[in-house]
């Protein structure tokens, strides 16, 4: 055995007559520009040494190949492109076979199918994510794909950038074998028995399939995928398999890549992704060991602190879970069990792990046991004398170098930090509804909270499989704050003539899953008009207050829960149009105002919504509130729901007119009226 070194990222060595190419681009083994290159001189290798007869392609480390490196994508692709090298082990003469382990994604598995043969370790995943970045696969996957797995399963995977196991993936003939260890020997002995016989995929046709079927699989792909662009490009060239030649099919496939790759919606997913990667990192004025977590202690197990508790028992933390009486404990425990329960039921859960996370739930009413904690959770109801009540007693009982967090969602992190003797302990950990599945948590960092303190709250995030996002401590935070300047412009917008489902229809149309008027009747109107009442003292009478809801609350009509908000619920379905009940608040309130109702356009609706948002966005750039203005991309579509594919209320800006938002901006403070401050868009957009 020799070994020969052909570029740092790729490196090849024969053994027993087979070539064995190393792929060694950590962490993930990105398809790189090195790599590329470094598998086209290990397949030259292959077709020109006579002593060699196959070749196995794998990875080192934890994967084969988890997908591309997107930084090239922003960029004009440079040579060898992954398609080439795949053409390139096709025209070799002699079989190569793909050796699979971790990961085989996007271009991972688009090079395994261009192998011969694929062999994988237990526990690999494999699939094609290309769409949630916006794009179609661009080197075959779209073509080899549905060769084996026929059209209508290549459909659903595309379209979903669903991940299969490999179990599924010998069903559908996508690998021909799986082993439990030793992967390299088995793919060597896989390479030898080939006998030097090439199996391309390209030669085969896929399984014939019932046309009615195939059509049916494509509207639901488009109808999961929303129509997407890239969706809708994935639909036409996985049809195309069995429509054009393969090497048409393939040249298509690439020219719409192409395309896709350079589009706007590309580029806002992959700013969201980077924007993720980044968000989770602290400044460097911050960086500082985390304290050790074994056991969370939460204080109320309400809504948030039965999530909570979840997220936590999930991760594999001790939790001990308090309430101020026996009946509210029960109520909570009940609920966490119950959540166990129809997850074992609908078979994604064993039961041996939902016993184990249950095992390690202690629910209790003896503030004593708060001194087993390493960390401890307030989520008691949003009441400022109430939270500092909660601190007090928690300073009492928590041990010395407990991190102590409240999960409030407006009030202020340091009122609540100085009930204690110890606010250097003391953060805000905010949580989003329902705190075990939404990624989100906002780290918030009060005035003396301690860097070791901030490094416990986000890997606290990382361990509970959520995005942290660190953010200063103001009214709102990033994500409330944001919010509730796009729904005060929203109630603006009744006022001025709109009914709710028209705003609501234009924001979906824009891409937000709900308008805000459907979110609020989710939620409960009840929570704002709360808020509302006790900033009624405070509150400048000159502001442009909009009572509407206010108005609703008092007839009863607090959301969903009650049949009616906005909305009317027949069968918990919304009435898709307001009713006259609601039209007739909304009328008065205009002509209170002395507003003659007028009907604004989609267009004007979206963009009042989101210029409120940008000029928020930039208030709290510039007050330091968010450390970078890509964090606040990652709150607005983790937490709200703004579209994944926009990119973000900041990469939105980035793409408009800059003299034109002004004029806009200008025009809406005029709208708004007083209280509203035209901020400075310079910080903002500037990446
Ligand atoms: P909730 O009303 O469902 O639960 C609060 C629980 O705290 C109740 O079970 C109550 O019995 C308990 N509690 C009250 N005083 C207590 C005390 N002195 N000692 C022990 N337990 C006590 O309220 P929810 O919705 O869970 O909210 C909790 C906190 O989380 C609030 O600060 C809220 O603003 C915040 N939050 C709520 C979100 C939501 O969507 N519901 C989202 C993010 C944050």
Redesign the pocket.
């Known amino acids: 055995m020799h070994l020969h070194k052909n570029e740092s990222t790729v490196r090849t060595a024969a053994i027993n007559h087979v070539l064995m190419i190393e792929i060694n681009n950590a962490p993930i083994n990105a398809c790189s520009i090195s790599v590329r290159s470094g598998l086209r001189d290990a397949i030259e290798q292959l077709s020109r040494n006579p002593d060699v007869t196959a070749a196995v392609i794998i990875g080192t480390g934890t994967t084969f190949m988890a997908g591309f490196d997107l930084r090239e994508f922003g960029q004009p692709l440079q040579e060898p492109q992954l398609p080439g090298v795949i053409a390139a082990i096709e025209a070799c003469g002699k079989p190569v076979v793909a050796a699979l382990h971790g990961a085989a994604l996007g271009g991972g598995l688009e090079l395994a199918l261009g192998c011969d043969a694929r062999i994988a370790l237990t526990g690999t995943v494999l699939g094609l994510p290309e769409v949630t970045l916006g794009i179609i696969p661009g080197a075959g996957g779209t073509q080899r794909l549905p060769r084996r797995t026929g059209v209508v399963r290549a459909l659903k995977m595309v379209c979903s950038g669903e991940r299969i196991k490999a179990a599924e993936a010998l069903s559908l003939r996508l690998i021909d074998e799986i082993v439990e260890s030793d992967l390299k020997q088995h793919a060597l002995a896989l390479a030898a028995s080939m006998a030097g016989r090439k199996r391309r995929i390209r030669e085969e046709s896929p399984p014939p399939e019932d046309a009615a079927i195939v059509e049916q699989a494509a509207q639901a792909a488009v109808w999961a995928g929303k129509g997407r662009p890239a969706v809708l490009a994935a639909v036409e060239a996985v049809r195309n398999s069995t429509r054009l030649s393969f090497d048409e099919a393939l040249a298509r496939e690439r020219e719409v890549f192409q395309q896709l790759r350079v589009s706007t919606e590309a580029r806002a997913l992959r700013h969201q992704y980077f924007a993720e990667r980044e968000a989770v990192r602290l400044p460097a004025e911050v960086k500082a060991q985390a304290r050790e977590l074994r056991t969370v202690a939460i204080?109320?197990?309400?809504?948030?602190?039965t999530g909570i508790a979840i997220a936590a028992l999930d991760a594999g933390l001790s939790v001990v879970l308090?309430?101020?009486d026996a009946a509210?404990l029960d109520r909570?425990r009940q609920r966490v069990v119950d959540h166990y329960q129809s997850r074992v039921a609908a078979g994604k859960l064993k039961a041996g792990i939902a016993a184990a996370s249950e095992a390690r739930l202690n629910p209790g009413t003896d503030w004593a046991v708060l001194k087993q904690a390493d960390l401890v959770i307030e989520?008691?109801?949003?009441d400022m004398g109430?939270k500092l009540?909660?601190f007090r007693k928690i300073d009492a009982h928590a041990r010395e170098g407990a991190v102590l967090a409240t999960?409030?969602?407006y009030l202020d992190v340091d009122a609540i930090a100085n009930a204690t003797r110890r606010p250097q302990d003391v953060l805000g950990l905010?949580?989003?509804?329902p705190a075990n599945v939404m990624k989100l948590l906002e780290v918030v960092r009060g005035a003396k909270t301690s860097a070791d303190v901030l490094a416990t709250g986000m890997d606290l995030g990382k361990r509970l499989n959520k995005l942290p996002v660190l953010t200063g401590n103001a009214f709102g935070f990033i994500g409330n704050r944001i919010y509730n300047a796009y729904r005060k412009q929203c109630e603006f917008i009744l006022e001025d003539g709109a009914w709710p489902e028209d705003v609501d229809s234009a924001l979906q149309t824009f891409g937000f899953a709900m308008g805000p008027f459907a979110v609020a009747d989710l939620?409960g109107l009840d929570i704002a008009w709360r808020m509302r009442k006790a900033q009624a003292a405070t509150r400048d009478p000159r502001e442009r207050y909009v009572a509407i809801l206010d108005q609703l609350c008092e007839q009863g009509r607090l959301g969903r829960k009650t049949g009616a908000g906005y909305y009317r619920y027949e069968d918990g379905k919304q009435v898709k149009s307001t009713d006259e009940v609601v039209r007739s608040i909304i009328e008065k309130a205009s002509g209170q105002r002395g507003i003659a109702r007028r009907t604004l356009s989609a267009e004007e609706v979206q963009r009042r919504a989101l210029l409120a948002m940008v000029n928020e966005a930039a208030l709290l750039l510039a007050d330091g509130v968010a450390q970078r203005a890509s964090d606040i991309d990652v709150v607005l579509v983790q937490g709200y729901g703004f579209p994944r594919w926009q990119g973000g209320p900041v990469f939105w800006a980035r793409q408009q007119d800059r003299a034109a938002m002004e004029t806009d901006l200008q025009q809406l403070a005029v709208k708004s009226g007083y209280g509203f401050t035209v901020a400075d868009l310079s910080q903002l957009l500037n990446p």
């Open positions: 204080i109320g197990a309400g809504t948030m602190g308090l309430e101020q509210a909570g989520a008691v109801f949003e109430v009540e909660v999960n409030t969602s905010h949580f989003f509804s939620s």
